[in-house]
């Protein structure tokens, strides 16, 4: 019987003209260099000319240090056992705030979607706290919460809350109306409409307020570690190496944490955005 | 339960969507639909069609137990509505497929909804596939797929849990006449061979006479049932039965019918 | 469904009953409730002695130098940072090579917490103002010239093809085409800067300052004197839900004259 296969039509297959335009060397081999080469060839020429002006013209090494120097003070033994500590106690404050912050605000961005009165109540509140610059509130923090991990963590997981609480928010609540009143119509209840609908809609936003969230975890470690004078971890490394005017070494510092947020923010969420992708994807 | 007596049945139906607002911005109530009075038999093909803002889709949505009418009284099998029900298979404009599930999950997704999710029951939804040419397509992604194979999932979808009623709004609304017309085929013998009772809102009169065993003609807003003019043709139809004269004066009159309601409202 | 009317109204009186007892719940308990936390000292202070700090008596001489000091910093180093960002989004926007070779560093300079910058803008450029509006000018820099970047790059190809069979020259489609179309990108850039830089510049000064929000906080902090310490942090809510205002004010106008479809 002559079935009506309609032929899937183009937005089936790959569209190839959509696809970066072809590298002028042939091959995946090429192609990857096509990618690699112009950040590779710009870092190079970045640093050679740094490198030379600042030997040409005799700059202090209090304005820009040296690459060479910086490299000296990166692989030093002393540097990298020192610098691992203190990364480590910086993103364990991080995680912990993190996981704090971000479970809270989910339930509550949850409780707040789900609940007309809970949100008329408590939506005041929540925006008189979000406008507040919440960095703010370290000096506070560290008065009530003292100078260790605790305060860390505490001040991490209130800067982490409110992204993840109001992308939560506001993702529940723009869940396509047609899906859900498909679902309705299908005698779906309250609980398997949010279970099997709304919840799935939403991680696209709630995972884009988990990355921001995280980021936010991690300024909040360091502002933590930069205003309570003996929580140790990178940012009092950099106030330590700041006080003795080494900038050399500051640079260092500041590059490890760059290392850790690409981490953490890029690779990390990079892996939860491939592990989640089915749910990235439109209907149309 | 006992399948004597009507699959529908519609009385006195009148809906007003409620205004909004207070003083210089208020919205003010729209009356929909108006002394609609309907039964729908078991195993009956049954269009809807009329302008545009007719209320329509209104009509259809209080039999799916979506909206609850302002006055009069819906039945289905009997039963007054109260809400949704189990035993209805919709299938709207959109095809409102969840974009993180494959073909085959979209389609158990109200066998999921309605306990657990059986053998018999993806056997079914195979076989629906099958006879709705997507045999293949079942661990494909929405994105994937053409807005007629999406549509086309759509109807199997409300066919899922073997439903004792259809309700179908515009379902290939959206879709290029040429498509549309094929799929047109397909739903009459996707029907014909599951027996099921059908209820279809169209504004395509074409549509609805090369489907349907009735077809209803509302008027403009607030809607009221006009005519209902029954298609003399046999239950299977074909591309070949829309070029033949008989189906054109029935085309014909039910056009003439719409415009007459028409203008009467509109001088 | 529609509710009928007068449950919903029975509704709204409900929540507004919640939201007022709430409201006066908490503010009884903060009164009420014993303020030593822990027992060392590490205090809330009272509701009364906070309201008597915002009140005619607390130190508005103070408040008010701090808060122009902050606000300044803010608004000079987000002029740097927005100047900067749209330059910088719209060079690596329309060119391919500076995009591929610059983007990178871009992204990983992102994930650096501008906030561990202060450190190092302090040997730059002292204790004033000037090393907080650097720090400000960098943390506003990004969200910017992301977006502004992805402006350019996602400007309309069908614009764009129409412009050109109507004979539209590279520099007009530029200006007439893509540079419009930045609008509203580059005002969601600036959304977030607004907000980043009022908190950059109270980070900065946290850190290292002589003056402003973040120096009087820890001074108030140092002193035991926490009923300015938290007048001051009413008076953030407040400078908050201003710069908010005005920034909603600001998207309904743009957004009037440069509708996005």
Not at chain 1, 226 to 231: C, E, K, L, R, Y
Request: hydrophobic share 50%; proline share 5%; with cysteine.
């Amino acid at each position: 019987m002559n079935k009506v296969t309609e032929a899937p039509d183009e937005r089936v297959r790959p569209r190839r003209d959509l696809e970066p335009r072809r590298s002028p060397l042939a091959g995946p081999l090429g192609a990857a260099a096509f990618v690699l080469l112009p950040p590779l060839l710009v870092g190079l020429a970045g640093v050679l000319a740094i490198q030379l002006v600042i030997s040409r013209f005799e700059i202090s090494g209090v304005v820009i240090p040296k690459p060479t120097e910086v490299w000296e003070i990166m692989s030093s033994d002393l540097f990298l056992d020192q610098v691992g500590q203190s990364a480590w106690e910086t993103w364990k404050a991080t995680l912990i705030g993190f996981a704090l912050g971000a479970g809270a605000g989910v339930a509550l961005g949850v409780l707040m979607a789900e609940s007309r009165t809970a949100r008329f109540i408590l939506y005041p509140y929540v925006v008189a706290f979000q406008s507040l610059p919440k960095i703010a509130l370290a000096p506070v923090c560290a008065l009530w919460l003292g100078f260790g991990l605790t305060m860390k963590f505490s001040f991490a997981a209130m800067l982490a809350f409110f992204p993840v609480l109001i992308a939560t928010l506001s993702a529940l609540s723009t869940v396509s109306e047609t899906r859900l009143e498909m679902a309705t119509a299908f005698h779906a209840g309250r609980w398997q409409r949010f279970r099997r609908i709304s919840l799935p809609s939403a991680v696209p936003g709630i995972v884009s307020g988990l990355e921001i969230s995280m980021a936010f975890a991690l300024i909040g470690a360091i502002v933590g570690e930069f205003v309570a004078p003996s929580a140790g971890g990178l940012g009092q490394l950099l106030l330590t190496y700041s006080e003795a005017i080494n900038v050399a070494a500051e640079f260092s510092v500041l590059v490890v944490l760059m290392l850790l947020g690409v981490l953490q923010n890029k690779i990390l969420f990079g892996l939860v955005r491939l592990g989640t992708r089915r749910f990235f994807e439109s209907s149309r | 339960m006992a399948t004597t007596g009507h699959a529908v049945e519609l009385a006195g139906l009148r809906h007003v969507f409620a205004g909004r607002g207070r003083g210089r911005r208020a919205v003010h109530g729209v009356e929909a639909v108006k002394g609609v009075d309907l039964t729908v038999e078991p195993g009956e093909f049954v269009s809807i069609v009329g302008p545009s803002g007719c209320g329509k889709s209104t009509i259809l949505k209080m039999i799916a137990g979506l909206l609850r009418p302002a006055e009069g009284a819906v039945r289905v099998w009997g039963e007054p509505v109260t809400g949704p029900r189990r035993d209805i298979g919709i299938a709207l404009q959109d095809a409102t497929l969840l974009p993180w599930r494959d073909v085959m999950s979209n389609c158990l997704f109200p066998v999921e909804l309605h306990g657990k999710v059986t053998a018999e029951a993806r056997e079914r939804v195979t076989g629906l596939l099958e006879r709705a040419g997507l045999a293949g397509f079942e661990s494909r992604r929405p994105k994937e797929l053409s807005g007629g194979m999406r549509q086309r999932v759509a109807i199997c979808r409300a066919l899922a849990d073997d439903p004792r009623l259809l309700l179908l709004d515009e379902p290939f609304g959206s879709l290029d006449a040429l498509t549309r017309e094929q799929m047109n085929i397909d739903l009459n013998r996707i029907w014909r061979e599951s027996g099921k009772t059908a209820i279809l809102i169209t504004h395509g009169i074409d549509e609805a006479v090369l489907l349907s065993t009735r077809v209803v003609i509302l008027s403009e807003r607030p809607g009221t049932v006009v005519e209902v003019v029954t298609p003399p043709f046999p239950k299977a139809r074909t591309k070949e039965l829309m070029a033949t004269p008989e189906f054109a004066e029935v085309c014909g009159r039910i056009r003439d019918r719409l415009f007459a309601s028409e203008q009467r409202v509109g001088g | 469904m529609t509710a009928p009317a007068p449950a919903a109204n029975l509704g709204a009186a409900a929540r507004w009953g919640g939201l007022v007892a709430v409201t006066a719940a908490l503010l009884l308990a903060w009164q009420i409730l014993p303020s030593d936390v822990q027992g060392d000292g590490s205090s809330v202070p009272k509701l009364d002695a906070v309201l008597k700090a915002l009140g005619p008596s607390g130190e508005w001489g103070a408040y008010l130098k701090a808060l122009r000091v902050t606000l300044g910093e803010a608004f000079f180093g987000l002029l740097i940072g927005f100047a900067a960002g749209v330059v910088l989004g719209v060079l690596l926007g329309e060119s391919r090579i500076l995009r591929q070779g610059f983007y990178p560093y871009a992204l990983a300079l992102q994930a650096l917490p501008p906030i561990a910058l202060a450190p190092i803008f302090v040997i730059w450029f002292g204790l004033g103002m000037q090393s907080k509006i650097g720090l400000v000018a960098a943390a506003t820099l990004f969200p910017v010239l992301v977006s502004t970047m992805a402006g350019v790059a996602e400007t309309d190809r069908g614009r764009i093809e129409m412009a050109t069979a109507f004979g539209a020259s590279k520099s007009q489609i530029r200006l007439r085409i893509v540079f419009p179309g930045l609008v509203v990108p580059i005002f969601s850039g600036l959304e977030i800067s607004v907000v980043l830089s009022f908190l950059a510049a109270i980070a900065g000064e946290l850190i290292s300052a002589n003056a402003g929000i973040g120096v009087i906080l820890q001074v108030y902090q140092r002193d035991y004197r926490l009923a300015e310490e938290f007048a001051v942090l009413m008076i953030l809510v407040v400078v908050g839900l201003a710069l908010a205002l005005l920034v909603r004010l600001a998207r309904r106008l743009v957004l009037e004259r440069m509708p996005n479809e």
